[in-house]
């Protein structure tokens, strides 16, 4: 499809199962291009009640859970991978982060009505404020 100006890809992981598609993508795009992909994970506090509380063990344990699928995608197609880790809030850091990059590629839950309405939308804040081309991929 002509992804040759693609050489620096942002692609954010969630660990979901949802979110395997947009790492099949990201890697299939970083491989056609011979780019390079940044996966990066946002432990996100605007989740939890209380902030304060974060073990490094558990951050880091759930990290590599959730790079554990884009490491064997890229190493079975030859793919360069970078790995970040922030916390914070995932849809402004990943926003702030796409400046730095050609395309930014995540995954949606396809999530409809009042779960959408009470829980938001990650890649659809993505998809309106990200600072580079971004392709959302569905369920």
Do not use: W
């Amino acid at each position: 499809m002509g992804y040759e100006m693609f050489q620096k890809i942002l692609l954010a992981v969630d660990g979901t199962e949802a979110n395997r598609l947009a790492v099949s993508k990201a890697v299939g795009m970083a491989k056609e291009s011979g780019g390079k992909v940044t996966a990066v994970f946002v432990e996100d506090v605007g989740y939890r009640l209380n902030p304060v509380y974060f073990s490094p063990l558990d951050i880091d344990a759930t990290a590599r859970r959730v790079f554990s699928f884009v490491r064997s995608e890229a190493d079975s197609q030859g793919v360069e991978v970078e790995y970040k880790v922030l916390i914070g809030h995932a849809a402004k850091d990943i926003a702030a982060l796409s400046r730095d990059y050609d395309v930014l590629v995540c995954g949606t839950r396809g999530r409809t009505g009042v779960k959408k309405l009470m829980l938001g939308s990650v890649s659809g804040y993505l998809a309106e404020r990200s600072r580079c081309a971004t392709v959302v991929v569905g369920s």
